[in-house]
């Protein structure tokens, strides 16, 4: 059996220990400097009491109210720029909380965790930083390579929008869009540079976007239903669209 856990990196640990809630699943602690390859040996060699424990929590939250969502995650697959990053969490004596990348695509979060709003704030940071390296590139490549001007490019978390551009030209990115697909953020993309010429949804808005990308109706239908591939613990609280119809 395949069971998923989180690491925790704990200053304070003396010897590897597992702790398991119904808010966190499985998360392996360990003291700082333990070779992390022996955990997967660990983690099977208590599969009997992980199962106990998981039988217990379920026979539990039968009688608790449902934990809200916005967990912090294990792993985060990036779609958009084809990475799989696992994360790692350590308590420290730091007021805040901060992601560092790792060799081998590896996000350490480290700082005050007693908080999940801060983690979650931390990791959204971390996304808005990938967003800048990849996606902002990847949105002034296609406005070179098509002759439109882009007055600049904004990261931004918007709970509506997969992306917006303002009248002057200024293109602003939500961090969720590392969540989707590549063709569907591509599309986002070249949405908006078409706006950077026709700042409405008039009908010579749609023959620019058309001749930008053909199959921009099936693209349009995708990317309105695509709010569901973003993970639950950074999902808006409603749907993100693309634009107004």
Partial sequence: MTVAYQVRVSPRAKHLRLKMSARDGLVVVIPDGFD??????????????????????????????????????????????????????????????????????QLLVYGDLSESTSVIEALRRWLARKTRDHIVPWLTGLASDRGISVAGAAVRAQRTRWASCSARGLISLNVRLL???????????????????????????????????????????????????????????????????
Wanted: proline share 10%.
């Fill in 36 to 105: 992390e390859a022996r955990i997967p040996a660990v983690v099977e060699g208590n599969q009997a009491w992980i199962r106990r424990t998981e039988e217990r929590l379920r026979e539990q939250a039968k009688f608790l109210v449902p934990q809200p969502p916005g967990l912090p995650p294990g792993r985060i697959s990036l779609r958009a720029i084809g990475q799989e990053w696992s994360v790692v969490y350590r308590e420290t004596e730091a007021a805040s909380v901060t992601g560092v990348e790792r060799l081998g695509q």
């Fill in 179 to 245: 969540f989707l697909p590549p063709n569907l953020v591509r599309y986002a993309l070249l949405h908006e540079l078409a706006h950077v010429r026709e700042m409405n949804h008039s009908r010579r808005y749609w023959t620019l976007l058309d001749a930008l990308e053909p199959n921009y109706l099936a693209l349009d239908r995708d990317l309105r239903a695509a709010w569901q591939l973003v993970p639950e613990w950074i999902r808006p609280r409603q749907p993100v669209e693309p634009h107004p119809r």
